[in-house]
C-alpha cells in the first residue's frame, strides 16, 4: 500500500515532508509512513497493523522489524495479557517525534492500557478508510481550518478546553484527541470520529456541543461512532444525542429560562433538581433530562454562551438539507482481548487507584527472537 499524498499538504497530517525527515534513521518509505501515521493519530500500533499497512506477510519479517524497532529504543514492547496474548508498541522516542516537528505530542506518553487500546482502535479507524486524508495534531487542525478552510473561528470558538484564569488563561483545541477526516474527492466534505467507550454518552454529548462553532462553519460535516462489540447495544443511545443536541434547537424563551434556572442551581449546590417552575419542568419532560443535564454541564464550564448556541437552527437546516449526518462504524477485531479495559464505566467504579494497579503496562525493552518459528 501507498500512501497517497494531497497536493496541499495541509490536508493531511501524514506529509511528504514529515515522512523525509526519517530517512536518517534507516526505514524503508513505508516503514517510515506508517511510522508517522502511527505518531501523529495513535502513538501506538499493533503488529497486524503494520502487516497491512505495508502489504507484508506476518510472520519473520514483521517480528523481525518490530524487535529492530525494540532494540533501537524507537517503541517500547507492552504484554498487556496473558503470555502469547498478543502485544502492542508504543512509539515513544523523542528524535523521532522532534524530526516530525511534534517534539510535544501526548502519544510520547505512556498511558494505562485501557487508553492505549483506543488508539489502537483509532489507527484501525484512519487505516481502514482511504478515502480521506486525516488530521491528527491539534497545530494541524488548527492550520488547516484557519488557513485552507478560512472559518474565521478564533481559538474559544474551536473545540477547546481552558485552564486557568486570566491573565495566565491556557487554551487547549481539540482536546479530545479524535482524528478529522477530509474526503479526497470531495474536500468540502468533513468526518468526524468518535470512539465509544461508555454505555451511556455523557461524555459524547460534551463533545458535540464542543463542536457546535465549527459544525455550522462547515458545508457537509459526518460524525462517525466507532462502535467495539462490547458497546453495541448503546448505538441507538448515541444516535438520540446528536438528534437532542444539535438537531432539535430550544426555543428562546426556555433558553432565557434556563439561564436563570442554572444560575440558581449553581448558587444552591451545583446539583439539578426538580424544578419548581413548572414551565421549566415541563420542558424538563420535553427535552430529556439528559440533554439538560448536558448543557448544565457545559455552561457551568463556559457560561450562557452555550444555551445561545442551543437556539440556533442552522446545524437542523443542514441535517433537513442532507448535509449532516451520523453513521457507525463497527469494530469487530480481536483487541488483545482488553476491549473491557476501555470501559470507562468500569474505571468509575473503580477509582483512581485502583486504575493505577490494573491498567498499568507492563513493557520490556528487548524484543530478541531465537528463531522465526517461534510465535510472539
Not at 46 to 66: D, I, K, V, W
Amino acid at each position: 500500500m501507498t500512501h497517497e499524498y494531497p497536493q496541499n499538504r495541509a490536508f493531511d497530517s501524514v506529509s511528504i515532508s514529515r515522512v523525509a525527515a526519517l530517512r536518517d534513521f534507516g526505514l524503508t518509505q513505508r516503514q517510515r509512513e506508517f511510522l508517522v501515521t502511527v505518531m501523529v493519530h495513535s502513538g501506538c500500533f499493533l503488529e497486524r497493523q503494520y502487516c497491512e499497512f505495508t502489504s507484508t506477510a506476518r510472520g519473520h519479517n514483521s517480528r523481525e522489524f518490530m524487535a529492530r524497532l525494540v532494540d533501537r529504543g524507537f517503541v517500547r514492547a507492552i504484554e498487556p495479557g496473558p503470555v502469547r496474548r498478543g502485544r502492542l508498541y508504543h512509539v515513544h522516542h523523542k528524535p523521532l517525534y522532534e524530526a516530525i516537528g511534534q517534539p510535544d505530542n501526548r502519544n510520547r506518553r505512556l498511558r494505562p492500557i485501557g487508553r492505549m487500546v483506543e488508539r489502537v482502535m483509532i489507527l484501525d479507524a484512519v487505516l481502514s478508510d482511504r478515502r480521506c486524508w486525516w488530521l491528527g495534531p491539534e497545530s494541524d487542525k488548527r492550520a488547516f481550518f484557519d488557513v485552507t478552510h478560512q472559518t474565521g473561528l478564533g481559538a474559544e470558538d474551536y473545540p477547546h478546553v481552558a485552564f486557568g484564569a486570566a491573565p495566565r488563561k491556557t487554551i487547549r483545541c481539540f482536546p479530545d484527541k479524535l482524528p478529522i477526516g477530509i474526503e479526497k474527492n470531495d474536500t468540502s466534505r468533513f468526518v468526524f470520529l468518535y470512539l465509544v467507550n461508555r454505555r451511556v454518552p455523557v461524555d459524547f454529548r460534551q463533545f458535540l456541543i464542543r463542536h457546535v462553532d465549527l459544525f455550522r462553519c462547515l458545508h457537509h460535516w459526518t460524525v462517525r461512532l466507532l462502535v467495539p462489540r462490547r458497546f453495541r447495544k448503546a448505538v441507538a443511545l448515541y444516535k438520540a444525542a446528536v438528534r437532542e443536541e444539535l438537531w432539535t434547537p430550544l426555543n428562546p424563551s426556555v433558553s432565557k429560562s434556563l439561564e436563570a434556572y442554572f444560575l440558581e442551581r449553581q448558587e444552591q449546590g451545583g446539583h439539578l433538581g426538580d424544578p419548581l417552575d413548572r414551565y421549566i419542568a415541563q420542558e424538563f419532560r420535553k427535552q430529556g433530562m439528559p440533554k439538560i443535564q448536558a448543557l448544565y454541564r457545559a455552561w457551568r464550564r463556559t457560561g450562557d454562551k452555550v444555551l445561545w448556541q442551543s437556539c440556533s437552527t442552522c446545524l437542523r437546516d443542514d441535517w433537513s438539507y442532507g448535509r449532516s449526518s451520523v453513521e457507525v462504524q463497527p469494530l469487530n477485531r480481536q483487541y488483545l482481548q482488553l476491549t473491557g479495559s476501555m470501559d470507562r464505566d468500569v474505571w468509575a467504579k473503580r477509582g483512581p487507584s485502583e486504575n493505577r494497579v490494573r491498567l498499568a503496562p507492563r513493557f520490556r525493552q528487548s524484543l530478541r527472537i531465537a528463531s522465526p518459528l517461534v510465535a510472539p
